[in-house]
């Protein structure tokens, strides 16, 4: 059995740890709602959890920058891009006396968030690519850029299926990782709109996922 990667969801979009099913017994209707982890793993699915799980990192790292930002300060935050928003905690993580003693795990965290938005705007341009073994014998599936579809293997990023679900694995244990070590510093700062760092998002591991796909 292939087990699924960590999912992370918002506690927004259900409440305070409120489920599905107790949310038809309150009386809300949850028609509209529909199944986050995919019954198979293939492409479609894979790229799908890897965005979700992007997604939620970023805002992870929203939260982390408001909760040390002046109140005129918030709404500029959100509106930075992922590259700029990490720019701003590797500041931090330089001169927020919050941060300080657990800087090196700050630095650590930010170099694995730049390598995931690296191959979060791969596949972004990416395209997928059927090519032959060399003995003519097997197909392979890959992740390219659309403009290294006919490049050499040797000089372009070909990302194939098993890489990127592990990605969405270390994706997952990352954003654990961030949320962690910021509730780990929270005792050294006082949040001005009086939220608690680590507590605005959890995770659900599937316990029962299905079988990977053959192709």
């Not at 992007?54 to 939260?63: Q, T």
Request: glycine fraction near 4%; include cysteine.
């Amino acid at each position: 059995m292939a087990l699924h990667p960590i999912v992370v969801f918002d506690r927004l979009f259900y409440g305070d740890n409120m489920d599905i099913a107790e949310a038809g017994i309150a009386g809300i209707d949850t028609s509209g709602l529909r199944a986050v982890l995919p019954q198979r793993l293939d492409w479609p699915s894979v790229i799908g959890l890897f965005i979700l799980n992007f997604g939620n990192l970023e805002l992870a790292l929203v939260n982390i920058l408001k909760l040390r930002s002046k109140p005129e300060s918030k709404k500029a935050v959100i509106k930075k891009s992922f590259h700029e928003k990490i720019r701003c905690l590797e500041h931090l993580a330089e001169s927020h006396s919050s941060m300080a003693e657990k800087r090196a795990q700050w630095k650590d965290l930010i170099v694995r968030m730049d390598a995931i938005r690296d191959l979060r705007n791969h596949l972004s341009h990416s395209t997928l690519v059927h090519s032959v073994s060399e003995d003519l014998k097997s197909l392979k599936q890959v992740l390219c850029l659309t403009q290294d579809v006919s490049a050499d293997a040797a000089d372009a990023l070909r990302v194939t299926f098993e890489e990127l679900f592990n990605q969405n694995q270390l994706m997952a244990d990352l954003l654990g990782e961030l949320v962690a070590l910021d509730y780990a510093c929270k005792g050294a700062y006082e949040p001005s709109d009086g939220t608690v760092a680590g507590q605005d998002i959890w995770t659900q591991r599937s316990s029962d996922a299905p079988e990977s796909s053959d192709t």
